[in-house]
């Protein structure tokens, strides 16, 4: 990760799930430390943009904190399907 000054506590690292930097680190210090946990635990990089505007953020916060910044697992796009087509109606 380039160099960066720490993120205030205040500042929203995941827009799209309104998570800020402080909420990240409590999730830290209870032990969520690694991406994945984080994930789960904070809801960051779940949103519509699946991560694309906050993994930078939080992985600078987990490096912060001496954990390893790792990539998350890549899951398959899906599509959605109408329930409709589930019970046999036609679509």
Do not use: W, Y
């Not at 909420?23 to 210090?29: F, G, L, M, P």
């Not at 992985?59 to 904190?65: G, V, Y």
């Not at 409709?84 to 679509?91: H, K, R, V």
């Amino acid at each position: 990760l380039p160099l960066a000054p720490s993120i205030p506590d205040d500042t929203i690292v995941c827009p799209c799930e309104d998570v800020s930097a402080g909420e990240i680190r409590q999730a830290i210090a209870a032990g969520f430390d690694n991406i994945e946990h984080l994930k789960r635990r904070t809801g960051a990089a779940t949103g519509p943009c699946q991560g694309k505007l906050c993994h930078c953020l939080v992985m600078q916060c987990l490096d912060d904190a001496g954990c390893p910044a790792g990539i998350p697992t890549m899951r398959p796009l899906a599509r959605p399907v109408r329930l409709a087509t589930f019970a046999g109606e036609p679509s």
